[in-house]
């Protein structure tokens, strides 16, 4: 099996500056601890996480834009602590939206295109296929003549997606493509990664917060918090690892808040979370309890008891949200 990436202990520590009592204060942040990872050549690989769980860092970290303080990484064959910049010119490309500078003033979204393009050395005829190509795919069509310091951050995000897709490295880095996407454009870029990594044995690294896309893009998921890696799976292989308990959702219109903190001390409910606008109710009570625990009919008496609506009670299959919820209780 080929491996695109892999990871050994890669490590990443920011010192920051501030001002504690009126003292400063040298503080260590650590973005990235000790990871480990192989990411097989043709997989599309999750890498989620909240914010601040070090995502973006690791992104950086892989395509040579930042130097580890332990550990390396071999990306496309290049050690990342020797040969950054081989890995950026040849093998990855990253869409970032702070690294366009001044040509958001100066270029329209065609030109800029057609810049980045010969700057990376593709053929003149392969551009005059694929720019007017990619626009389109990215409903940017009817903007292409337009500067895009006027685009909205959705719009900027296309144009920087339609830049990577252009450039067709081996490898792609993709840090939360799809934010700020209208939900349609959205799947159509999903849509389009999956079937990229499985058709041209591309190797795409898809950072998002967005379970569902991961759950529908990706080979192997990488859960991620504080700069660990705390699961790691096929999102079957995920879910099988909380399926041993049963998630049960109670739609409610309000939460009695006493009611939940009760059922906490009881032993078959190992976790409860509470989502907010759901589709059928304001507040959904999400019980994670012991397999085949005879609470339910307890927890809808309670819950009634303290003049709470229910809309409805379903037993559900676990979700790539609840692996995060419980990855992230026991971590
Ligand atoms: N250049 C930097 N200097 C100092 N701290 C940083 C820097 N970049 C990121 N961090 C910190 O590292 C942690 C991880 O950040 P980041 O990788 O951006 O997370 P994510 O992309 O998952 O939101 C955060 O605590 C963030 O504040
Ligand atoms: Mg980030």
Not at 4 to 24: N, Q
Not at 195 to 204: F, H, S, W
């Amino acid at each position: 099996m080929r491996y695109s990436i892999e990871t050994f202990d890669l490590t990443k520590r920011f010192s920051l500056k501030t001002v504690a009592d009126g003292k400063p204060l040298k503080k260590e942040v650590l973005a990235v601890d000790h990871v480990c990872l192989k990411i097989r050549q043709g997989e599309v690989f999750g890498l989620i996480g909240p914010n601040g769980a070090g995502k973006t860092t690791f992104l950086r970290l892989l395509n040579g834009l930042l130097i580890p303080s332990e550990g390396y990484a071999i990306v496309d064959g290049y050690d990342v602590r020797e040969v950054g910049h081989k890995i950026n010119q040849t093998s990855v490309a990253v869409p970032w939206l702070g690294d366009m500078g001044m040509q958001w003033v100066r270029q329209t979204a065609r030109e800029y295109l057609e810049f980045e393009g010969r700057f990376w050395c593709i053929p003149k005829q392969v551009l005059k296929e694929k720019i007017p190509k990619l626009l389109k795919f990215l409903e940017l069509e009817e903007w292409a003549d337009e500067i895009p310091i006027k685009f909205s951050s959705g719009m900027k995000r296309r144009l920087q997606l339609a830049r990577v897709l252009l450039r067709n490295t081996p490898i792609m880095l993709l840090d939360e493509p799809t934010v700020n996407l209208d939900p349609s454009s959205a799947w159509t870029v999903r849509e389009y990664l999956k079937r990229t990594a499985k058709e041209e044995e591309k190797t795409i690294v898809l950072a998002t917060h967005y379970m569902l896309e991961a759950e529908y893009c990706c080979d192997t998921i990488a859960f991620i918090n504080h700069g660990r890696i705390i699961g790691l799976g096929s999102p079957d292989e995920l879910k099988k690892k909380v399926v041993e308990y049963d998630i049960v959702k109670v739609a409610v219109d309000k939460v009695p808040q006493e009611t939940i903190i009760r059922f906490r001390g009881i032993e078959d409910v190992i976790s409860i979370n509470v989502e907010k606008d759901t589709e059928v109710s304001p507040y959904s009570i999400i019980f994670s309890l012991k397999k085949d625990s005879t609470l339910i009919p307890e927890i809808v008496k309670e819950i009634t008891k303290a003049n709470s609506r229910i809309y409805e009670v379903s037993k559900t299959q676990p979700t790539m949200e609840d692996v995060f919820r419980r990855l992230g209780e026991v971590s």
